[in-house]
Every structure is written in structure tokens, then in C-alpha cells.
């Protein structure tokens, strides 16, 4: 019975929905006040019941409901709570109710955090999400219903969570990556709102750029989580493989990235709104375009989830629709987007504009090299593969530009700067990064290496631009307590999401050029040496889990004859399944990790392995939170928080006087 109150609460849900996706928008275009109101309480009850539908799938793993075919197929007795409750979002139907209930988070933020805003351009961003989780919650309904149920005979016991999926990174990474997903559907329902009401200025700059300043912090996040999770889950000592399943994120983060810089010329200068508009159709798509990959049975992926052709056909519609409606809308309104100011071919409109195309050419780029080999196996029915090399090869380049970009970037001016304004700010910047480039990995790596030198050159170029940037906004301030008081949430956030990119471009360089391996077969008792650290194997015992039973060994790790750690890997199989799986045991640290995995045993004792130290790795997540955080600074500004104590009241005002009878 309660199963089925999950299935009453999605229908609640959807035509909550259908209202929401139809009443405000006609309310907002015939200036109907009740009607336009009911944007925000009808976004708490879809809210409520898409929560109250996923409580009930939560019940349902949680009590080893296996009448439910989704916690039959992903769910048995054996299986941990902690995993049972997230195999909610271990397989298609029960993920793509928490993309809806995320969806619906975001929705109630909008209503809650809108009272800046015209209600007639609240209703039409809530009434254009209404529309969207309309078409959610009809997907769920007509081919992903997570509470259908196995009658007449339910098995007495399920299947199991993939044993992939068993482990503490898949608690945080996809409910991060959903939310961050989904978070660009609001910046999508802003500029589809603002083509709708012909509104497309500085104010709706200014209202949309938290929206999308948390979406991409949140996005920057979970892909970051996604890449450590294959880090030391999958075994073979990377943590980007440009999977097809892997691309879409960092399509929607490239496309965001450009639009929260296009956003901040649109508020400050009043440029660049159709490319504004475009950036967020466009990191909308990308959102889409990874939820139709991982649905629609297209490819095999560890982290795909097998679906039947009509899901994918479905899903086909809903981005076809939304993203072919919201461009046909945009060249209509296109006309209205035109601008009277202009700017000189050297300023900072024209770099950040630099800066969006070097972005979008490398999502574009990304995007082909993801879909062509699909299209291509679709038309010819032959396989064919594109790997790193490709990627590697025009996505290396154009991120060397941007980061020369990004150094230029803060100190130009806007309208108009002068070469030579340009040439005094950042020639000693140039030469100081060139031979900190030079020395410092000969100090730290003590070997050359063109790789390291121009990483470290370029992150060295970014971070004393940023500081050059910093004495000069603070160099005519009485102390520099009060200078550094003076600069807005906006500034730091930038400077933190630029010092990130410097860090994480050490990392990637750093550890991709002097990281180290072997692949060894040792039996207890031996050892073998690598980047002057000995691993010494000391032999395997068995061990139990809850629901898997394996072997573990003991590796002591030493260097110059001092203990380092003991490194504990794992060979394991589960019990529902029989499934193996490895766990690799890592010890980090700011500036290496050692890193074992273990394979398979060859007999009397001896086990093959496989042993890594990769230097400076962790430093590619230590950037990203420092690129989350400034996210997450720019979109507390003060400024937004102003407008909105200062509107509030006159916004209640003009509500209550058009509920007013006229007299």
C-alpha cells in the first residue's frame, strides 16, 4: 500500500505541475495578479510531494520492500542501511526521482529568494520550470515508474547495489552533480523569462548571477568528487578518462563558466545579452544532453545505467522540445537584444568576450568528440573510438590561452585600454612567472621538464597578476585593512575561483608529467623499490564484511629506511552476487600520493599488483574547492542582499494594491 503512495504523490506532483506550467504564464501576460501569486505556492507542494515520493522509495529499501521491482533490482538483506538508502539513486528510475526532487528544490529557492523581482517575471521563470518537471514527472509516470511493482510472486530476496556503487563517494557525488545539473535549469527558466517579457538588462543580469554562480559551484563540486571517486575506486590511477558519461559535466561547466563572466559585462555594461541568453540555452542543453547519454542505452559505461530505447526516445523529446523551443524563441526576440554601447578592440569586454569563445570552442570540441562516435556507429553500424589524444590535443591548447587571458583579464580596463597601460602592469609579472617556471620545480622535482616549467609559469602568471590586480585596487586606501574592506564578495570570488584554476593547473601538469608506476608480481617476504620509496609485500589475510567476504594484504612502505605507512588493499567478493571487486589503498599527502592496487593471486602467495606515486594530485581537488568557494563568495554579495531589503517592501506593495478591487 505505501508503495503505492509514492505513485499517488507523483501524480499530485504532476498536476501541480501542469498548473504551475500553465496559470502564471498566462497570469504574467495578462497582468492577472491571483493568478501570477500562485506561482509560489504551488512550487512548495510539488516540492513536498516529490519529497514525500522519495521518502517513500527510501522506506521502501530501508524495509527490504522487494514487491518494488526498482529495490529488487538494486537492493538485497545483505546490503548495508547507509547503501540502502542511497541505492535510491543507484539505478535510472530512482536517480531520475532526485533529479526532479532537486529540480523542485531549486524551484521553492526561486519562490522563497525572488521578492527583488517583478512578480510577473517571477511567475514566468516558475511557470518555465513548471513546464519542465511537467515533463519529468511524465517521463517517471510513463516509462521509469520507481514504485512499479513484481506481482504476483515478489522475490524473497533482490539483487544487489553494483558493488561499484558500494562505497562513500557515491552518499555525495550524484546528488552534488544532479544538484548542480539542475541548478542551470534556473538560469535557463531566467532567460527564457526574459525573452518571454522583453526584459533583458542590467536588473536581470543582477538577479540571475547568484543563481548561477551557486549552480556552477555546486557543478564545479560534483564533478570534482566524480573525478576522485574514479581516482581511487576504479583502480588504474587516474582521475579523468574523457568517458562519454564523464563529458557532459564538463560541457555544462565550460558553457557556465563563459556565462557567469558574460553575466558580469551584461550587469556592468549593458553588452553581450543575446550572447548571454545563448550561454544559458546552451549550459542548459549540456545538463540534458548528459541525463539523455546515461539513459538512453546508447553506450556501456561503469557509470551509465541500462535503459530501453523508448527512454532514451522520450528523453530525445523533452531536449528537443526544450532546447528547439527556447532557440526558435531566441531568434524571434533576437531584434531586442541589440546594444548602443560599444568598446575599444584592447578592453575588458573584448578579453572576457575571448574568453567566452576560447570556452565554448572547447565544450563544442568536447561535444563532438563524445557524440561523433555514437552518430557514427548509428549510421554505419561499425565501432569507432576517440580517445584522450583527441581531447588532449585541442582542449590542452585552449586552456594555455585562457590562462593567459585570465592574467590579462582583471587588470584591463573597461571601454578602452592602452597597450602600453597593459605593458606596465604585467611585463615584471611575465619575466617573475617565467623564472619561477624555471626554478621552482628544479628546486622541488630537482629535474627539468618543459611540462612543469610552463604549469608552474602559468599558474605563477595568474596568481601575481591577481595580487599586481589586489595592490592596485588597495594602493590608495588609508591602511590596508580598510583597501581590502572596501572590495565587494564579487572580487574575492573571482580571485578564489582564479587562484583554484592555478592550483588545479599544477596538479594536472605535476602529476601527468612525473607521476610513476609498475606493475609487479611479489610474494611475501619481497619487495620492489619506486621513486626511492620501498614497497614491501608482507602477505594477505582474509577478512568479512557485511555483505562480502576477500583478502587484504599488507604492504609496509619505507624510504631512506624510515616507515612511511602501511598500505592495506583488497580483493573482494560480494556475496548476493558473487561480483569481485578491488579496493586500492592510498596514502596522501599535499605533495604525493603512494597508491597499490592489488590483482590477482598467481599462486603460492604471490600476488600481482599494481604501484603508483603520483606527485602533486591532490592539488587538482585542493583547486577545485578553491573554485566552489569563489562561487560561492561572488553569489553572497552584499549588493544582492541590498536590493532586495530595499525592494521588498515596495514589491508587497504593488502586489497588494493589484489584488485590490478596483474602485
Known sequence: MIPELGSFSLILALCLSIILGTLPLVGASRNNALWMNLSRPLSAGIFVFLGIGVAILAYAFLTDDFSVKFVAEHSNTLLPDRYKFTAVWGGHEGSFLLWTFMMSGWMLAVAAYSKTMPMDFVARVLGVLGILCTAYILF??????????????????????????????????????????????????????????????????????????????????????????????????????????????????????????????????GVFKSWTILLAILAFAGSLLGTFITRSGLLTSVHAFAADP?????????????????????????PLLKTGFGFDLLSRELLLLTNNVILVVAAASIFLGTLFPMVYQAITDDLISIGPPYFNTIFNPLMVLLVLALGIGPLSRWKKTSFSYLLAQLGKVAIASLLIGVVLPLIVILEFSWVATLAVSL???????????????????????????????????????????????????????????????????????????????????????????????????????????????????????????????????????????????????????????????????????????????????????????????????????QLQPSS
Open 140 to 269: 517517471m509516470l510513463a516509462t521509469s515508474n520507481p514504485f512499479a511493482r513484481i506481482v504476483p510472486l515478489p522475490p524473497a530476496d533482490g539483487a544487489d547495489l553494483n558493488s561499484a556503487l558500494q562505497d562513500f563517494a557515491f552518499i555525495i557525488h550524484p546528488p552534488t552533480l544532479y544538484m548542480g545539473y539542475v541548478g542551470f535549469s534556473v538560469v535557463f527558466a531566467f532567460a527564457i523569462a526574459a525573452l518571454l517579457s522583453g526584459r533583458m538588462d542590467a536588473a536581470w543580469a543582477r538577479w540571475c548571477r547568484p543563481w548561477a554562480n551557486i549552480a556552477w559551484a555546486i557543478l564545479t563540486i560534483g564533478i570534482a568528487l566524480g573525478s576522485w571517486w574514479a581516482y581511487y575506486e576504479l583502480g588504474w590511477g587516474g582521475y579523468w578518462a574523457w568517458d562519454p558519461v564523464e563529458n557532459p559535466p564538463l560541457i555544462t561547466w565550460l558553457f557556465g563558466t563563459a556565462l557567469i563572466h558574460s553575466l558580469a559585462v551584461t550587469e556592468k555594461r
Open 310 to 334: 523508448t527512454r532514451g526516445v522520450f528523453i530525445l523529446g523533452i531536449l528537443g522540445l526544450a532546447v528547439g523551443g527556447s532557440l526558435m524563441l531566441y531568434a524571434l526576440r533576437a
Open 459 to 657: 599558474a605563477s602568471w595568474i596568481s601575481l597578476a591577481m595580487l599586481k590586480d589586489l595592490r592596485n585596487k588597495t594602493a590608495n586606501k588609508p591602511t590596508l585593512l580598510k583597501g581590502l574592506r572596501s572590495l565587494s564578495l564579487s572580487y574575492y570570488g573571482m580571485q578564489a575561483a582564479h587562484f583554484g584554476c592555478a592550483l588545479m593547473l599544477i596538479g594536472v601538469a605535476l602529476s601527468s608529467a612525473f607521476s610513476s608506476e609498475k606493475s609487479v608480481l611479489l610474494a611475501p617476504g619481497e619487495s620492489v623499490d619506486l621513486d626511492n620509496y620501498i614497497f614491501a609485500f608482507n602477505g594477505t589475510q582474509r577478512i568479512e564484511g557485511p555483505n562480502y567476504i576477500g583478502e587484504e594484504a599488507e604492504i609496509s612502505v619505507t624510504r631512506d629506511g624510515r616507515a612511511v605507512e602501511i598500505l592495506t588493499p583488497e580483493k573482494r567478493v560480494y556475496l548476493a552476487t558473487g561480483a569481485p571487486s578491488t579496493e586500492m589503498s592510498i596514502d596522501s599527502g599535499l605533495f604525493r600520493d603512494l597508491f597499490v592496487t592489488l590483482g590477482e593471486e598467481r599462486g603460492d602467495g604471490a600476488w600481482s599488483m599494481s604501484i603508483y606515486v603520483k606527485p602533486f594530485i591532490r592539488w587538482v581537488w585542493l583547486g577545485s574547492i578553491f573554485m566552489a568557494f569563489g562561487g560561492c563568495i561572488a553569489a553572497g554579495d552584499k549588493r544582492y542582499r541590498r536590493l532586495r531589503k530595499k525592494s521588498e517592501e515596495l514589491e508587497e506593495a504593488k502586489v497588494e494594491a
